[in-house]
């Protein structure tokens, strides 16, 4: 049974910096891309980062391009996203997701066959 379960999230001040963590199991994943999605109240789920699990490709929304940093560790089965310079707009639920990569890493919801339960971020200004 595939498992995401995300960790890391929290209460923020504007500036701060804070560390998600997505740890997969379940199935083997070198064959699919890693992504982090999030929600804010009253707003669709959008697209914030992906990235191939041999860390060669990566794609960021251009609203967390240059704070946001997503990573892997294949030792550990884990995803990271790494969120500095945290902006009150970014507080959100935030989700880890696994879907197959082909000729580019998947940007779309639909795109995405397994998904976390969600950690939430908190930006205070």
């Known amino acids: 049974q595939v498992q995401l379960v995300e960790s890391g999230g929290g209460l923020v001040q504007a500036g701060g910096s804070l560390r998600l963590s997505c740890a997969a199991s379940g199935r083997t994943f070198s064959s699919y891309a890693m992504g982090w999605f999030r929600q804010a109240p009253g707003k669709e789920r959008e697209f914030v980062a992906a990235i191939s699990w041999s860390g060669g490709s990566t794609y960021y929304a251009d609203s967390v391009k240059g704070r946001f940093t997503i990573a892997t560790d294949n030792a550990k089965n884990t995803v990271y996203l790494q969120m500095n310079s945290l902006k009150p707009e970014d507080t959100a639920v935030y989700y880890c997701?696994?879907?197959?990569?082909?000729?580019?890493?998947?940007?779309?919801?639909?795109?995405?066959?397994?998904w976390g339960q969600g950690t939430q971020v908190t930006v205070s200004s």
């Open positions: 997701a696994a879907g197959p990569v082909s000729s580019w890493l998947p940007l779309a919801e639909y795109e995405y066959d397994y």
